[in-house]
């Protein structure tokens, strides 16, 4: 047979492998429940305040909740320690922009964007290292066994809030927003303001870079391929386990960036916050479907739209409108809207 016709034969069964498509189902409600909220609030302008209130929230809280589901999705941990990294962010940011008081106060919104990127740079790299002490000494030896997870990253999580309290004290700090950042954008009679559409640009940037290393490079793929099989790709040559503490160091240093646009979104910090945004985290992970980075953000969304639109509407329920979403998410979807197929 030549080589014409072995390939011709090829192309058949090559081409009878079904493509998986893409299922724009559960994305589609976001826009879903803020065209339902829309008749409930009655005012266009009031609605659209709401609406961008709650996607900067849930893209602050998809920067949080991307970090745990990182580590999750890709090395199967349960790191409910994860919170302290969020806790320590915002700390850091605290005392970086304390140094900077000339370009928080500054009139000047490039200044004050430097001065946040600043603070987030070194969050980033505090929280960063941190997770690698914390991978090194408490992760590794219980790795696999989800229950001694639990409890250890549990106890490193009240371990690290007692020594943030040592560093910066038990009492809330104030996290101001810079001067250039205060107020808000006018569009007709809504009321925009200025941060919220910072934590949206800052959202949608760790989504495409995420989406992007995961799936278009070399490294993604690496990663992927070791969670799959790990024994095949150390035998190609590769360091699994390195890659695996980058992971989590990416999600500690996500989780460290997190906690930067929290304490600016609250304009305080607490040690206990970490602990607090545990919560929200866990019910966004779990409606988005455990370990899926896309699923996170449309439950990150949906948390965020859910809170706002809710506070506004019934603020005596606003605390149980997320477990609620959550309940009925699963109802639907009981893996989640994206569920991850080793799952």
Same mark, same amino acid.
């Given at each position: 047979?030549?080589?014409?016709?072995?390939?011709?034969?090829?192309?058949?069964?090559?081409?009878?492998?079904?493509?998986?498509?893409?299922?724009?189902?559960?994305?589609?409600?976001?826009?879903?429940?803020?065209?339902?909220?829309?008749?409930?609030?009655?005012?266009?302008?009031?609605?659209?305040?709401?609406?961008?209130?709650?996607?900067?929230?849930?893209?602050?809280?998809?920067?949080?909740?991307?970090?745990?589901?990182?580590?999750?999705?890709?090395?199967?941990?349960?790191?409910?320690?994860?919170?302290?990294?969020?806790?320590?962010?915002?700390?850091?940011?605290?005392?970086?922009? *304390?140094?900077?008081?000339?370009?928080?106060?500054?009139?000047?919104?490039?200044?004050?964007?430097?001065?946040?990127?600043?603070?987030?740079?070194?969050?980033?790299?505090?929280?960063?290292?941190?997770?690698?002490?914390?991978?090194?000494?408490?992760?590794?030896?219980?790795?696999?066994?989800?229950?001694?997870?639990?409890?250890?990253?549990?106890? *490193?999580?009240?371990?690290?809030?007692?020594?943030?309290?040592?560093?910066?004290?038990?009492?809330?700090?104030?996290?101001?927003?810079?001067?250039?950042?205060?107020?808000?954008?006018?569009?007709?009679?809504?009321?925009?303001?200025?941060?919220?559409?910072?934590?949206?640009?800052?959202?949608?940037?760790?989504?495409?870079?995420?989406?992007?290393?995961?799936?278009?490079?070399?490294?993604?793929?690496?990663?992927?391929?070791?969670?799959?099989?790990?024994?095949?790709?150390?035998?190609?040559?590769?360091?699994?386990?390195?890659?695996?503490?980058?992971?989590?160091?990416?999600?500690?240093?996500?989780? *460290?960036?997190?906690?930067?646009?929290?304490?600016?979104?609250?304009?305080?910090?607490?040690?206990?916050?970490?602990?607090?945004?545990?919560?929200?985290?866990?019910?966004?992970?779990?409606?988005?479907?455990?370990?899926?980075?896309?699923?996170?953000?449309?439950?990150?969304?949906?948390?965020?739209?859910?809170?706002?639109?809710?506070?506004?509407?019934?603020?005596?329920?606003?605390?149980?409108?997320?477990?609620?979403?959550?309940?009925?998410?699963?109802?639907?979807?009981?893996?989640?809207?994206?569920?991850?197929?080793?799952?």
């Amino acid at each position: 047979m030549s080589v014409t016709s072995s390939v011709a034969a090829t192309e058949p069964a090559a081409s009878a492998i079904p493509k998986a498509s893409f299922d724009g189902l559960p994305l589609a409600l976001v826009p879903l429940l803020a065209l339902v909220a829309v008749p409930l609030i009655g005012s266009t302008s009031t609605w659209l305040t709401l609406t961008v209130a709650g996607l900067a929230m849930g893209m602050i809280i998809f920067i949080i909740a991307s970090g745990l589901t990182l580590v999750f999705g890709l090395m199967d941990v349960l790191n409910f320690g994860h919170g302290v990294f969020i806790a320590l962010g915002a700390f850091v940011a605290t005392s970086v922009l *304390g140094t900077m008081v000339d370009w928080t106060t500054s009139p000047q919104l490039a200044r004050n964007l430097l001065a946040i990127f600043a603070a987030m740079v070194v969050a980033m790299t505090v929280a960063g290292a941190v997770g690698w002490a914390f991978e090194r000494v408490l992760v590794r030896p219980v790795y696999g066994q989800h229950l001694k997870q639990i409890l250890i990253t549990m106890g *490193g999580m009240i371990i690290g809030e007692e020594l943030i309290k040592v560093v910066w004290g038990p009492a809330q700090m104030p996290l101001p927003l810079p001067e250039g950042l205060r107020g808000s954008l006018l569009f007709g009679d809504a009321a925009v303001e200025k941060f919220r559409l910072v934590a949206v640009v800052v959202g949608a940037g760790v989504l495409l870079a995420m989406l992007f290393t995961l799936n278009r490079t070399k490294l993604g793929l690496l990663i992927r391929a070791g969670v799959q099989d790990r024994e095949m790709v150390e035998s190609l040559g590769y360091r699994i386990r390195t890659l695996f503490i980058g992971v989590f160091v990416a999600g500690s240093a996500l989780a *460290g960036l997190g906690g930067v646009l929290w304490g600016l979104y609250q304009q305080g910090v607490t040690p206990q916050m970490g602990a607090q945004v545990n919560v929200l985290i866990f019910i966004v992970i779990i409606i988005g479907g455990l370990g899926s980075t896309l699923g996170c953000f449309v439950g990150a969304l949906l948390v965020g739209l859910m809170a706002n639109y809710t506070g506004f509407l019934e603020p005596k329920v606003a605390m149980f409108s997320n477990i609620g979403l959550m309940v009925a998410v699963l109802l639907w979807r009981p893996q989640g809207l994206y569920p991850v197929a080793n799952r």
